[in-house]
DNA sequence: ATTCGTCTGTGCGGTATCGAACGCATTGCT
DNA sequence: AGCAATGCGTTCGATACCGCACAGACGAAT
């Protein structure tokens, strides 16, 4: 089910002699699930490239409601805003999904910024990503429903877990999606009661990829498309 | 009423040398309400440093439902995220204020960055606190209720028109806070009742500022902290 | 085997907001 | 002066979600 030997997207589209040069930089450890890697106020110490782990992060309201503003998995990375010369972080940062990833140590990733002109270019390209899906998932908290937000936010779990079956309890669910437990039981009970998800206790499995995606707001979509248009190629006028 | 000589605090952090040639390849160019500066998926020509005018960003979903994202005056500018290395905008970008603004093309500004340490660094910073003004939006737009939304959002637009009286009306406040017409005159009723504000067909003054800010959220005082603590001084270690 | 904690399901009344529709006042145009 | 457009206020029923409370079901620990 789970894919092997997964790598980090972002280090991928370095030329090799960049990446071999911050990889050896870094190095790996094992993420666990509820391992808190940051909290808002504090001095970033280390950045990661997740490769089968991913980290959510989550913004606190009022110290009492908490919502979810991006999910970081071997797509992106934790610690990027670094590279606009802030090293401090606004939210927590939960893992989310155990599993592998590189790190590096901040002062370490802002030397390499300055050495590798490609590390900034990605680096760059990714936070403007990051900044674009986040106005997508702030329309989407706005107007769009808790099963079409259950939807999507399962699938891209899925996506960044590598696997259509993952571990995730409905009061997380609710926790990042900023509304009651019962709000994401009935949601979920929806999507199981049409053969999309199947779960159990935190055992969660897609059924139905395809017809999940349908099922969630186009949001998701979205926020692929802006993904493959700004991070793959084609490459245009340099950075 | 209005401050005379107003400037852009973005283009006041720079030295005064970096400052001069930045604005030597700036016009002045007087906007007007109502004009559409950029549109989704648009190559992005010009960028703005505005003084007496601002803008805001708005994103649409499904065509239908609309919500601000950002809103720019003389504390940030348009077309930051050129310093990202991307040349395109995701959102749409109206004149909500007229009057006056510095226009660059988009070309002088990347050269500029490029040689200006001191504007890459305040461009990143100011990337940095519109990064956490969305994260903090995406939350308020989740958990707040409109009445709270609409203080908050008649501070932001006092702050940027430099008067505690200008045009917006109940319409146009519906399209950027993503909710009905009716909703807005609702809480707009409400706040005038308690003598925070008073308006007519168009015309909104807001009476009593310190009390306002009491019925806004949270958000906009943090919104400020942010822009704070992030933009202005102590400086750090470089970036 | 029993107990206990976790996870999920259901039911109840309350509220913020929605969608649609209509009335009225002021402004601006001809 | 007349007319249309704009801006604001109100009402109606519908709905999505809230807070709270409780009950069953499963799994792990003693």
Not at 6 to 16: F, I, K, S, Y
Not at 90 to 106: D, L, T
Not at 125 to 147: D, I, K, M, P, W
Not at 218 to 238: H, N, Q, V
Request: charged share 25%; net charge positive; aromatic share 6%.
């Amino acid at each position: 089910m789970k894919r092997e030997s997964v790598t980090n997207r972002l280090l991928d589209e370095l030329p090799a002699r960049d990446r071999e040069r911050l990889l050896g930089g870094c190095e790996p450890v094992e993420l666990e699930f509820g391992e808190i890697l940051a909290e808002p106020g504090e001095i970033l110490r280390d950045v990661y490239f997740p490769t089968g782990s991913f980290v959510s992060l989550v913004l606190k309201v009022n110290n009492e409601a908490s919502l979810e503003v991006a999910l970081v998995g071997n797509e992106g990375m934790l610690g990027a805003p670094l590279a606009l010369g802030v090293n401090t972080k606004q939210v927590h940062a939960v893992v989310q999904g155990p599993g592998r990833a590189w790190r590096m140590s901040a002062a370490r990733f802002r030397s390499e910024l300055g050495s590798s002109r490609a590390l900034l270019q990605v680096i760059h390209r990714y936070l403007f990503v990051r900044v674009s899906q986040l106005e997508q998932t702030a329309g989407c908290n706005r107007f769009h429903v808790v099963e079409e937000r259950l939807a999507r936010y399962l699938l891209m779990t899925a996506d960044r877990s590598h696997s259509d079956r993952f571990r995730i309890t409905h009061e997380f669910l609710a926790y990042m999606l900023g509304v009651r437990r019962v709000g994401v039981t009935r949601a979920a009970t929806a999507l199981r009661s049409r053969k999309l998800i199947r779960y159990a206790r935190g055992d969660i499995t897609i059924l139905d990829r395809k017809r999940l995606i349908g099922a969630a707001c186009g949001c998701y979509r979205a926020d692929l498309a802006t993904y493959d248009r700004i991070l793959a190629p084609p490459r245009k006028s340099g950075d």
